[in-house]
């Protein structure tokens, strides 16, 4: 009676024999899990570390790249300065410039401010303005200004 309800058991799969050979059949070695031998195993291991440590590298330099780019627009528009940033910039090693791309763009930036800031720059932003509508824009003004006087004072 006891050996065929334990069979009855067994074949609804409610028993605990067969999970016993499920744990058997399966290898406690990692290498024979991945189909590989012990010594492929260790340099594959080897390998993944290797690419996490240059992956790890290349992150933190990228980090560190854009570190660099908000603490020179902080300097630009004087902002105030982040420990983060800085931090970030020490932990690469402190060999952070600018990528290429933004170096132009930052040199080009700076050549557009010297211009603009010079007095040949200031002259040429005269020519540039339309008189016609600052002449507009004065008398508009002074109208406004006529009136709201004539309003508040009875003398005129």
């Known amino acids: ?3 065929m309800l334990s069979n009855q058991v067994k074949n609804l799969g409610l028993g605990g024999g067969g999970e016993e050979s499920k744990e058997e059949s399966t290898p406690s070695d990692p290498a024979a899990a991945a189909g590989m031998t012990r ?35 902080r300097e630009k528009y004087r902002l105030p300065k982040s420990e983060l ?10 060999d952070v410039g600018l990528p290429e791309d933004l170096q132009k763009m ?22 540039n303005m339309d008189m016609d509508a600052i002449k507009e824009k004065a008398q508009a003004t002074f109208t406004e200004i006529k009136q709201a006087a004539e309003q508040k004072c009875s003398v005129m």
Do not use: P, T
């Open 85 to 94: 940033d800085e931090n970030q910039i020490q932990m690469a090693g402190d």
């Open 1 to 3: 009676m006891k050996s």
């Open 39 to 73: 010594e492929e195993y260790e340099e594959y291991q080897k390998q993944m570390v290797e690419e996490k440590m240059e992956r790890d590298a290349a992150f933190a330099q990228k980090k560190a790249e854009r570190a660099c780019l908000r603490v020179h627009l």
């Open 106 to 127: 930052v040199a080009e930036d700076q050549v557009e401010e010297e211009d603009k800031d010079s007095i040949l720059g200031q002259l040429q932003n005269i020519q």
